[in-house]
């Protein structure tokens, strides 16, 4: 731990331990509702992003002269017609632990790039930001006042992108890997960041992201299930590797979450198992894709963020659950 932030690392994702008030504020949620609607776009109306791949310094509003956090290197993707047509999707893409600070930057490009197929395919703007940890890992709030945090830099990349292009506020989503994967669920389960947190997102993608790696306790099965069962159910589509040394943990998510009142039924979790290890697949942007355009966010003029809807019936996506028929949920 960093200045009172957390590392999240590979090798080290099981070390967070939450603080009583938090624990508290998650158990006073309430679960939100789904419904099957068709979104009006809401548009950013960003202008000047450029096209293709680039990357860039950009400053963390707020925390410009910080050493670490002040400015990021993000890494970034315009498709062909982004300025063209409709307002577009985002997606925040979280790389793994890389081994440095340089490396991360490296991972952060490689995630892109592996994106850019399905982004360019499908007209989405991509984000990559990098991390900061001395080990290449995510420097993580453990309480609302922790900042700067890597959680900040990702806030200002996902504003970045809608200065620069228009994207359609319903539509943007995270994705992450292995430590990345443990970020993204952590944002989706923990109100911890004011402009980083699950109401800012349609849907989730992880690969070989646990719970354990960051949103709850490790080791802690009831305080796990508390805060899946503090939490609205949100669109969740995850990837796992059948040797992957996480493996039996994603199992232990999937049957706490649904117990809490996530679906494979009505499509906020959907899962595929892979023969392989702790890895990504070169057909899993595809797959994800799939699962995540299927949802929008409406976009409040309250304070208060109303409910994720749903954008389109389900398409046959063709996976692998975790569990077999016997354990289907209601």
Not at 133 to 143: D, F, K, M, Q, V
Not at 161 to 187: E, K, Q
Not at 279 to 302: D, G, M, S, Y
Request: proline letters at 8%; charged letters at 15%; one cysteine or more.
């Amino acid at each position: 731990m960093m200045g009172g932030r957390l590392l999240v690392e590979l090798g080290r994702p099981l070390q967070r331990l939450l603080r009583g008030a938090r624990a508290i504020l998650l158990l006073g949620l309430t679960v939100s509702s789904l419904i099957a609607v068709a979104a009006e776009p809401v548009e950013s109306r960003g202008s000047g992003g450029a096209i293709g791949s680039y990357e860039l310094v950009l400053p963390t509003p707020g925390f410009e002269t910080d050493p670490r956090f002040g400015n990021k290197t993000l890494i970034v993707y315009g498709p062909s017609q982004a300025h063209a047509g409709p307002a577009r999707p985002l997606i925040l893409l979280l790389h793994g632990t890389a081994g440095s600070p340089l490396a991360a930057i490296q991972q952060a490009r490689n995630v892109r790039t592996f994106w850019q197929p399905v982004a360019e395919a499908e007209q989405i703007v991509l984000v990559a930001p990098s991390a900061s940890g001395n080990s290449g890992g995510w420097l993580a709030p453990i309480t609302s006042s922790d900042r700067p945090t890597d959680y900040d830099a990702m806030a200002a990349a996902l504003d970045f992108a809608a200065a620069r292009y228009n994207i359609n506020l319903r539509l943007v989503y995270v994705w992450g890997f292995s430590s990345g994967g443990h970020v993204a669920l952590d944002l989706g389960l923990n109100r911890i960041h004011p402009q980083l947190n699950r109401d800012r997102f349609a849907a989730f993608a992880v690969n070989a992201g646990v719970m354990e790696g960051l949103a709850c306790p490790p080791n802690d099965a009831i305080a796990c299930a508390a805060v899946a069962a503090g939490t609205p159910a949100f669109p969740l589509s995850v990837a796992i590797g059948e040797s992957d040394p996480l493996f039996q943990r994603v199992v232990a998510d999937y049957k706490r979450l649904v117990g809490a009142g996530w679906s494979t039924q009505t499509g906020t979790y959907r899962s595929t198992r892979f023969v392989g290890g702790h890895t990504v697949l070169a057909e899993h942007p595809e797959w994800h894709w799939q699962n995540l355009r299927q949802w929008a966010r409406r976009v409040a003029k309250a304070p208060e963020p109303e409910p994720i809807v749903s954008s389109a019936p389900f398409a046959s996506v063709t996976d692998r659950p975790l569990q077999g028929p016997e354990n289907k949920d209601n």
